[in-house]
């Protein structure tokens, strides 16, 4: 079967996006890559098509921690979009929404919030007021807003999130399973550890579900379970969550991904606490 | 990249880096990745998803979870 140059463009983004979904970002990138070199070279003009490609490859470096190719693909696509008057403003703020995931995967919680809150403002403009994606806005700004200790602005953007998700919760899933692991991640950094215990088993039960057990995103919620059952005093089960979520970080993510070191840190210190008891 | 072979195979030559990570992640050596064009039929995302940026539709946004440490 010959493939037209479209055909194998898509085929190779939609390939590569499967793979990052699945959690195995390092066999997605060259697939993404050569998807976005054909779009540039087959289809110079067309600012849909490249976009689609550009802002598929920075989800992708996103999730390698490639921050600063995440953020020129962002920017790169936004500029195409934003200089012509009838793009789709969903996908100015998808990109504004992305731009504020680099800055707070980088720490750098100012830029981050600005465009977090530039992405909301332009959906809640353009989008009625129980869609999904601005529910998926609200939970990324108040992860945000967690980061710079701003717990109960987040808190109340959670709940209202969570109520526009669970109307729909087959669709919505995977930003269910989001949303619950922040809210739980939120409540146990203020120390409300069985509110926390509660979200989080519920967000690894629902990943365990869609992702499987072999997933970075269900390691991630596995990890934070463990933290909490770290501060509830249960070291135990505390250590054996982590070195469950440390073994798939380094399966899907390598050895070096900041996840990756972040969990491995946590499942040391819990070791320590362990032998001293 | 690498054209489509006579039997509709596309191939994609990895660069040394790419190389190197899949080694790790899979445990064997790698230079190129071939996929048939039933194979990446496979792998196409059902669309309609929240997070299918298929060209011409709704980009995708990411996600920021939480991930605690001390």
């Known amino acids: ?277 | 990249m690498d054209a489509t072979n006579p039997n509709g195979a596309v191939r994609i030559q990895l660069t040394s880096e790419q190389a190197k990570n899949i080694k790790e992640l899979i445990g064997r050596d790698a230079e190129a990745i071939e996929l048939s064009v039933q194979e990446l039929e496979q792998r196409i995302v059902p669309s309609g998803t929240i997070s299918d940026p298929i060209y011409g539709f709704r980009l995708a946004g990411n996600c920021n979870e939480t991930l605690l440490t001390s």
């Open chain 1, 1 to 277: 079967m010959e493939l037209t140059r479209a055909q194998r463009i898509a085929h190779l983004a939609a390939a590569g996006n499967r793979y990052r979904l699945e959690g195995r970002p390092t066999l997605a990138e060259p697939l993404l890559r050569e998807a976005l070199e054909l779009t540039e070279s087959e289809f110079p003009g067309d600012r849909d098509r490249l976009a689609g490609a550009l802002n598929a490859l920075g989800l992708l470096y996103k999730d390698l921690a490639k921050y600063d190719e995440a953020r020129a693909c962002y920017e790169r696509a936004l500029s195409l979009l934003n200089s012509f008057p009838d793009s789709q403003r969903a996908d100015v703020a998808t990109l504004y929404h992305n731009l504020g995931g680099i800055e707070h995967a980088r720490k750098d919680s100012a830029a981050a919030e600005s465009f977090a809150r530039r992405g909301l403002e332009i959906r809640r403009a353009s989008a009625p007021a129980d869609d999904s994606t601005l529910a998926g806005d609200m939970v990324a700004l108040a992860a945000i807003l967690d980061g710079q200790g701003k717990f109960d602005e987040a808190e109340a953007l959670y709940v209202v999130a969570l109520g526009i998700l669970k109307k729909d919760p087959v669709a919505n899933a995977r930003e269910l399973a989001v949303a619950l692991n922040d809210l739980g991640a939120n409540y146990a950094r203020r120390d409300r550890l069985d509110e926390a215990n509660t979200q989080l088993a519920t967000a690894v039960e629902l990943k365990t579900r869609q992702l499987g057990v072999q997933h970075p995103d269900r390691a991630l919620s596995l990890n934070n379970l463990g933290f909490v059952h770290e501060r509830q005093g249960d070291i135990d089960r505390a250590a054996e969550l982590y070195a469950e979520a440390l073994r798939v970080f380094e399966q899907s993510l390598g050895h070096d991904h900041p996840k990756t070191r972040d969990c491995r840190r946590n499942y040391e210190r819990a070791l320590a606490v362990s032998s001293r008891m």
